[in-house]
């Protein structure tokens, strides 16, 4: 089974900036959009940004013009820049993935096990 491998997380002030990443744990055929989600406590999922691999990004409102996606195809990896980064930024960030693990496979939707943001006042 195919695991996104996540990191980049962790403690920051307020105005600080942190860069996430996350990459497939084994080779893959291929990979079709690359995300990120958040979650913070008491709410929904939500989606931060998300970018197809022909390079189309897609980035919530709250976070534009302070967080960047951007994805690395030959190393099947995406990352979150994240910078000027909030108080209500702090989640847990999850990577997702639409992955075709061979070439005869379907394509299956993937999530990392989420890693924490907090972001101090």
């Known amino acids: 089974q195919v695991q996104l491998v996540e990191s980049g997380g962790g403690l920051v002030q307020a105005g600080g900036s942190l860069r996430l990443s996350c990459a497939p744990s084994e080779r893959i055929f291929s990979i079709n959009t690359m995300g990120w989600y958040r979650q913070a406590p008491g709410k929904q999922r939500e989606l931060v940004a998300a970018?197809?691999?022909?390079?189309?990004?897609n980035i919530a409102d709250s976070v534009k013009g302070r967080f960047t996606i951007s994805r690395d195809n030959a190393k099947n990896t995406v990352y979150l820049q994240m910078n000027n980064l909030k108080p209500e930024d702090t989640a847990v960030y999850y990577c997702?993935?639409?992955?075709?693990?061979?070439?005869?496979?379907?394509?299956?939707?993937?999530w990392g096990q989420g890693t924490q943001v907090t972001v101090s006042s």
């Open positions: 997702n993935a639409e992955i075709r693990r061979r070439y005869f496979s379907d394509i299956a939707e993937y």
């Open positions: 970018v197809t691999s022909g390079g189309n990004t």
